[in-house]
């Protein structure tokens, strides 16, 4: 186990398209967190999951995105009909309690 | 919720000098600070930690302080190195959930040769 990993790396697309992320956890974590983080911003939380729960959904999260860990293990994130302000880095976090490990994260750009 | 504000956002020492970042928070109830560093296209970094219970912690030429009555921490770093060279995010739990991090902005620390 090699940390967080997510997938893809970047993705474009036109806007009006839907996207998928991936997120693989720590293993041994059972907690997972999506942020998104814009140029010369800190990361902005967006959700997060202990086990297969989603406990909580940020307020500015249009529903638009949605976010899934069906079997407490890896987590998708959706966005369906992407616009120009969903460009950003999607960062995806996993713990045991305590400190984040970040994901790499996937860059998002609509055009 | 939770507001955390960072400053300043760049900062530039010279190498050997030190440097501090300054945050703070709203939430009195948050018990749980975190010190993040993040290189250019790489992930976010956990570099050091505390907790309210804590007012200081130490961990090599990175250090952090917490004044829980101002509501405000800050991270440390002595005997700056080029390699120090990075963006560093505060982050505060909201409350009592140290589950959930607000991050501060960012601070752009360089470390000039």
């Known amino acids: 186990d090699t940390g967080v990993s997510q997938d893809p790396r970047h993705k474009i697309t036109k806007r009006g398209q839907n996207v998928t992320f991936r997120c693989d956890p720590i293993?041994?974590?059972?907690?997972l967190y999506w942020y998104r983080q814009t140029l010369g911003q800190g990361p902005e939380f967006l959700t997060y999951?202990?086990?297969?729960?989603?406990?909580?959904k940020s307020r500015l999260l249009s529903d638009r995105f949605s976010a899934e860990r069906p079997k407490g293990s890896f987590s998708t994130l959706e966005i369906q009909r992407t616009e120009q302000g969903d460009s950003a880095m999607y960062l995806c976090?996993?713990?045991f309690g305590g400190g984040y490990t970040f994901g790499s994260g996937t860059r998002l750009t609509v055009v | 919720g939770e507001n955390v504000e960072q400053h300043p956002s760049t900062l530039s020492v010279q190498e050997g000098d030190s440097a501090v970042i300054k945050c703070t928070y709203s939430?009195?109830?948050?018990?749980?600070f975190p010190w993040y560093k993040q290189e250019l296209g790489k992930r976010p970094q956990l570099i050091i930690d505390?907790?309210?219970?804590?007012g200081e912690k130490k961990d090599q030429r990175i250090a952090v302080t917490l004044n829980k009555t101002a509501k405000h921490f800050s991270l440390h770093i002595t005997e700056t190195q080029p390699e120090d060279s990075a963006v560093y995010f505060c982050?505060?739990?909201?409350?009592?959930?140290?589950?959930?991090?607000?991050f501060g902005t960012g601070t752009r620390l360089q470390v000039f040769p």
């Open positions: 976090a996993s713990s």
């Open positions: 293993s041994e974590h059972n907690r």
């Open positions: 999951f202990q086990n297969e729960a989603q406990l909580e």
């Open positions: 939430d009195s109830a948050s018990n749980y």
């Open positions: 505390i907790r309210s219970n804590v």
């Open positions: 982050a505060a739990s909201e409350g009592y959930n140290t589950d959930k991090l607000i």
